[in-house]
C-alpha cells in the first residue's frame, strides 16, 4: 500500500460542516499539486451522484471529487445508504443496490462485509492517489453506536490516518460539544485528534480569543483554524438536513416566485441549485397546502419512496392544490424522477422495491404510467430538448427503479444520444416532465424556461444565461482561500506528514 498523507476530518454532530471542509480541503491539496482523493466509508444520503461508469454514490463524494479535478468512483463511498421510509433502507453496494435493511439487521449482519469494503477501498485510494481526505459522519462520540460503527475512528484506524476535530459554533455551545467528544471517545482514538476547527464563526474572533485558550489548555489538543461564515456559496448540499434551513416564504423583491415541493422522502434536492443563482429568482419550499399558492414555477423533486411521497400529497392536500394549478393554467409545472412519475397516471410497484403499497393513482397530467423495477437506472445522460421551438443541448444523470410507459400519442421532448426518447409535455408546455436530473444546471435551457417566466410578468428577457458550473468552480476556489486562510495548513501538513512517515517506518518493520 502506497503510504500517502491522509488526514480525516469528524465532526461533533451532523451538519456541522464536514463536507464543505473536506470538498475545501480536497482543492486546496490540489492546487498544492498532490493528487488528491476524498473518501467517505458509508453514506446516508438521498442525494446521490453518477459516475462515469454510471454507479450511484453520495452526492457529496462527488462534488468533492470535481473540487479535486478528478473523476469520481466508487471507492469514494463503497457504501451508500438511502432511506425509503422509517428503519429502512436501500444499501447500495459499490453504486449498484444489494439489498432493503432495517437498521438493526444491518448492524448485526452487514458489519464485517462492510469492514472488508471500507478496508479494501482504502487500500485502493492509497495505491491510486497521493493524498486522501476521508470524512466521517455524525459524531465519533455516539457510543451507543461505536461498538460497530463504520464511519468515524474505525475508519481512522483502517487508515491510520490523524484527525481533525469540527465544531459548529452557529449551533452554540460550542466548546462543551468539542470537549464532550474529546473526553468520550477512546484514549487512542483521542489520540489520534491532531487539532480541532470552530467553523460557521460570525463576529470580532478576538472576543473567541480567551475561549480558544482555555480550550487549549484544558484540553492540550490545539486550535488549528477558526473559519468565518461564508455566505452565498454554489457548492451542493450533501442531504435533506440543510432544507430546515431554506425559505418556506416567497422573497416579494424578486420577480419569480419558483416553489419546490417537499415531501418526506425528497430526494436530489439540488437539481434546483442554479435558481438560487439567479437574482431574479426566490426559492421556497412547500410542505403543506397552505403554503402552496399560486407560483411561476413549479418543481416535483425526485423521491426515493413515489407511492408513499404521492401518497402523503393527497394527505397533506397538496395533491388538489397542484390539480388546480394545472387547471388555471398560469403555473409552470415540473416534475423531475419521481416528480415524474407522480405527474403521471398511476405508479406501481407490484414487487414492493419501495414500499407495501402495490400501486397509487398519480396526478393524471402527463400520460404515462409507472411500474417500479428490481433493476435501477443508473446513468449520465445527454439529449437534445425541443422547448419553446427551439433545441437545447441537455446534459444530466437518471437515477431510478422505475420504468414509464408513454401513451404513442403523447409529445415526447428529449431524445437522448443513444436514440431513445425521455420525458413527456404537454401541448402548450404548460406541464412536463423527465427522468433527467440537473436539467436546469443546462444554462440555456434555464434561460429559455425563465425568458418564458419574465415575459409572462412583463418583464424583459435576459441575453446572456448566467453560467452556472462557472460559479460553482469560482466557489471551490472562494472555499479553497477560505480555509487556507483561517486554518494552519503549516500545522496541518505536519502532522499528516507525521502519519505518513509512521505508516512508511510500520511497512519497513514488517
Known amino acids: ?282 426559492v421556497r419550499f412547500v410542505k403543506k397546502a397552505s403554503e402552496l399558492h399560486s407560483p411561476d414555477l413549479l418543481i416535483l423533486p425526485g423521491s426515493k419512496n413515489t407511492i408513499e411521497d404521492l401518497q402523503h400529497l393527497k394527505n397533506s392536500g397538496l395533491y388538489d392544490e397542484i390539480l388546480q394549478l394545472a387547471n388555471q393554467g398560469k403555473t409552470k409545472i415540473f416534475g423531475i424522477c419521481g416528480g415524474y412519475q407522480m405527474l403521471g397516471t398511476i405508479v406501481r410497484d407490484p414487487d414492493h422495491v419501495e414500499t407495501t403499497h402495490e400501486e397509487e393513482r398519480g396526478l393524471g397530467l402527463l400520460p404515462i404510467t409507472t411500474t417500479l423495477l428490481q433493476e435501477k437506472t443508473t446513468v449520465r445522460s445527454q439529449g437534445v430538448a425541443l422547448f419553446a421551438e427551439k433545441h437545447y443541448e441537455i446534459n444530466g444523470y437518471e437515477i431510478h427503479m422505475g420504468q414509464s410507459v408513454i401513451d404513442d400519442d403523447a409529445n415526447r421532448w428529449i431524445q437522448t444520444q443513444n436514440g431513445h426518447l425521455d420525458g413527456v409535455k404537454n401541448e402548450t408546455e404548460q406541464i412536463i416532465g423527465t427522468y433527467f436530473h440537473h436539467l436546469f444546471h443546462n444554462d440555456e435551457f434555464r434561460l429559455a424556461l425563465l425568458n418564458q417566466l419574465r415575459v409572462q410578468k412583463g418583464a424583459p428577457k435576459k441575453i446572456e444565461p448566467l453560467r452556472f458550473l462557472e460559479l460553482r468552480e469560482e466557489s471551490f476556489n472562494t472555499l479553497a482561500d477560505h480555509v487556507r486562510t483561517h486554518v494552519n495548513m503549516d500545522k496541518l501538513y505536519e502532522h499528516m506528514r507525521v502519519y505518513q512517515e509512521n505508516r512508511m517506518l510500520k511497512r519497513s518493520s514488517v
Open 1 to 282: 500500500m502506497r503510504d500517502s498523507l491522509s488526514i480525516m476530518v469528524q465532526g461533533t454532530h451532523s451538519d456541522a460542516g464536514k463536507s464543505v471542509i473536506t470538498t475545501a480541503l480536497c482543492r486546496i491539496f490540489s492546487q498544492d499539486g498532490y493528487r488528491t482523493a476524498p473518501f467517505k466509508s458509508q453514506n446516508m444520503a438521498l442525494n446521490s451522484y453518477i459516475t462515469i461508469d454510471g454507479r450511484e454514490i453520495g452526492r457529496a463524494q462527488g462534488v468533492q471529487a470535481e473540487a479535486a479535478g478528478i473523476e469520481a468512483t466508487t471507492y469514494m463511498n463503497p457504501i451508500l445508504i438511502k432511506p425509503s421510509r422509517e428503519n429502512d433502507s436501500q444499501i447500495v453496494v459499490h453504486g449498484k443496490p444489494y439489498k432493503n435493511m432495517n437498521a438493526f439487521d444491518y448492524r448485526r449482519s452487514f458489519y464485517n462485509e462492510g469492514l472488508r469494503l471500507i478496508e479494501e477501498a482504502i487500500h485502493c485510494l492509497y495505491e491510486q492517489y497521493e493524498c486522501v481526505v476521508i470524512e466521517g459522519a455524525g459524531s465519533p462520540a455516539e457510543i451507543n453506536l461505536n461498538d460497530r460503527e463504520l464511519v468515524n475512528m474505525k475508519v481512522a484506524q483502517l487508515a491510520d490516518a490523524p484527525v481533525i476535530l469540527v465544531g459548529d459554533i452557529e449551533k452554540g455551545g460550542v466548546f462543551a460539544s468539542l470537549v464532550g467528544t474529546l473526553q468520550l471517545v477512546e484514549k487512542e482514538d483521542r489520540a489520534r485528534i491532531v487539532g480541532v476547527v470552530i467553523n460557521k464563526f460570525r463576529g470580532d474572533v478576538t472576543l473567541l480569543e480567551p475561549g480558544l485558550s482555555w480550550f487549549e489548555e484544558y484540553t492540550g489538543v490545539p486550535v488549528l483554524g477558526v473559519i468565518p461564515y461564508i455566505p452565498n456559496l454554489t457548492i451542493e448540499a450533501e442531504d435533506s438536513v440543510v432544507l430546515s434551513s431554506y425559505q418556506q416564504h416567497r422573497d416579494a423583491q424578486k420577480l419569480i416566485d419558483i416553489a419546490v415541493i417537499q415531501y418526506p422522502m425528497i430526494s436530489n434536492f439540488t437539481d434546483i441549485d442554479p435558481f438560487f443563482a439567479e437574482e431574479d429568482c426566490s
